[in-house]
């Protein structure tokens, strides 16, 4: 089956830096488009960064500057660098798989960003 494990996340000060990272098993990785999403309670789950099979890149305005995603075909595994983190950064992180062709689409089950003194 597809699996999705998303790992990194945690405690950093305002300012620091986290790498997350998304192991996918089950799929044919570099067909799909990757991305990575975040919710806060009470709020609908964004889109933080995106790449494509191709390795074209898109960012939410948010964050462009200060994220990078980026993708290892041949250990099917996605990051997202994520450097001056903000409070508002704070938030469950959800890694996406999506093939444009046939719509599959698929998600982790997401790993904890915490941005605090």
């Known amino acids: 089956q597809v699996q999705l494990v998303e790992s990194g996340g945690g405690l950093v000060q305002p300012g620091g830096s986290l790498r997350v990272s998304c192991a996918a098993s089950g799929i044919i990785f570099s067909t799909y488009a990757m991305g990575w999403y975040r919710q806060t309670p009470g709020k609908q789950r964004e889109l933080v960064a995106r790449i494509t099979r191709g390795g074209t890149t898109d960012y939410a305005d948010s964050v462009k500057g200060r994220f990078t995603i980026s993708r290892d075909n041949a250990k099917r595994t996605v990051y997202l660098q994520m450097n001056s983190l903000k409070p508002e950064d704070t938030a469950v992180y959800y890694c996406?798989?999506?093939?444009?062709?046939?719509?599959?689409?698929?998600w982790g089950q997401g790993t904890q960003v915490t941005v605090s003194s």
């Open positions: 996406n798989a999506r093939n444009d062709y046939t719509k599959d689409a698929y």
